[in-house]
């Protein structure tokens, strides 16, 4: 047997690294072996012993701008900061000028992002005054987004009616608007009582409608308890980010505090160490960057716009933690395998019958610098931390997209 390529090295198998081969055909991984049996390949890709082969990463949530806010970030340069990441699939938010929310805007959006992107992709559909038009095109998206107006508007419960005819999850930030206060300190004017208000009003709606209710961006233990306690009842997944697990709200009485603006915001040490504890226990379903860039003379603005970028550093951050001892390895389950598993996908596991995507980390030690992203936002929260791993190269499907700072050419997948 003869093979398009094959990939020699110590791989990530879920919860474990192993010394395999790697066997590529087409799309899709062939079979995974003993190095001594490996099948020949057209191409043969040699690790050495300081480099690891992951499977390609699944992010599902993230904001890549087009169409209509392309000065922040769009298909290609969002694509290639995921590429960068060790991220190979990504699910895009719809919160676009204007919303995704019809089928001509979502399909309009799909023929952007095949044309641009150099990793696979999903897509959200967002909220409207008539969600039912959004069934004859009900293929085109994965799942639907809330924001906190969406769901405290008439909106909310034809959504996850519609959601729950479809069989499809409804994706909600919950923060309850009517708790927001003036505060100078970005914490306080969106306070932790918010998230858990509004994460039991989506319950509410979640239960009596039957959808599947994921819950995005959990940053809070109030929030995390209900939400667990709930998981018995019905289908209600969540997800955490980085930066609520790392950071505290301890940045925004720092130099970084504009930077660091994010809904939700960043918390207190106990919030962020209930969020980190619902990762290393694998209670989260996913791990997500909410890759938000904006425009750099907009975040120094006096009133910054909330969100960073996130796709270069996530894969990365994760490895750290697991490098350096507080997260198991299987923690990089929350990052490929769970998410895949949600979105339906044959992705984010190195195993037969999967797609052929990998990645190839390398053990280096540098030091996290803003200006050097590939994304349009050229800044981050993580300023100066000092990563443990970088990215040597990425393949989706098969393809290289990927290697030593060069860029492949895409033919993404929806
Ligand atoms: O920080 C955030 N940025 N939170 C959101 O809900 C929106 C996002 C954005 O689109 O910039
Ligand atoms: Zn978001």
């Known amino acids: 047997m003869r093979v398009d390529a094959v990939f020699v090295g110590r791989a990530y198998l879920g919860g474990r690294f192993e010394e395999v081969a790697v066997a590529v055909e087409g799309d899709t991984i062939a079979a995974v072996t003993k190095p001594a049996l490996a099948p020949r390949g057209e191409e043969t890709v040699v690790l050495s012993p300081k480099q690891l082969l992951l499977p390609g990463m699944v992010d599902l949530h993230v904001h890549m701008r087009e169409p209509g806010l392309e000065h922040k970030e769009d298909w290609r340069s969002g694509s290639m900061s995921a590429a960068k990441g060790g991220v190979t699939c990504v699910f895009d938010m719809p919160n676009n000028v204007p919303p995704a929310n019809t089928c001509d805007r979502l399909r309009e959006k799909v023929a952007k992002a095949l044309s641009k992107s150099i990793v696979d992709f999903g897509l959200y559909a967002g909220c409207s005054d008539e969600p039912e038009t959004l069934k004859p095109c009900a293929d085109l998206f994965f799942g639907f987004k809330l924001y906190p107006e969406d769901l405290y508007s008439p909106r909310a419960q034809p959504t996850f009616k519609l959601a729950a005819e479809l069989g499809k999850p409804v994706f909600v930030h919950a923060e309850d608007p009517s708790l927001f206060r003036d505060s100078p300190l970005h914490s306080e004017a969106r306070p932790p009582e918010a998230e858990a208000s509004a994460v039991e009003l989506a ?36 997800d955490v980010t980085p930066h609520h697990m790392l950071l505290s709200d301890s940045l925004y009485r720092s130099p970084l505090a504009k930077i660091a603006k994010v809904n939700p915001p960043l918390r207190s040490e106990e919030h962020r160490a209930a969020v980190y504890a619902a990762a290393r226990s694998g209670a989260a379903d996913a791990l997500v960057t909410d890759h938000a860039p904006h425009a750099l003379a907009e975040k120094l603005s006096e009133n910054p716009p909330p969100g960073f970028p996130g796709l270069e550093l996530a894969l990365h951050l994760l490895l750290k933690e697991v490098l350096e001892g507080r997260l198991p390895p299987s923690a990089i389950d929350l990052y490929s395998s769970k998410p895949a598993r949600l979105a339906g996908l044959r992705k984010g596991v190195i195993a037969p019958g999967f797609d052929a995507d990998l990645v190839i980390v390398e053990l280096a030690e540098w030091s996290v610098k803003g200006s050097e992203l590939v994304s349009k936002a050229k800044y981050t929260p993580f300023e100066g931390w000092t990563m443990r791993t970088k990215t040597v190269a990425t393949y989706v499907r098969g393809r290289c997209v990927y290697r030593d700072g060069e860029f492949g050419e895409g033919g993404a997948r929806a």
């Open 203 to 238: 319950l509410e709606l979640a239960r009596s409608t039957g959808a599947w209710l994921h819950l995005t961006h959990v940053s809070t233990k109030p929030a995390l308890e209900k939400i667990l306690a709930s998981k018995a009842l019905g289908k209600v997944t969540f």
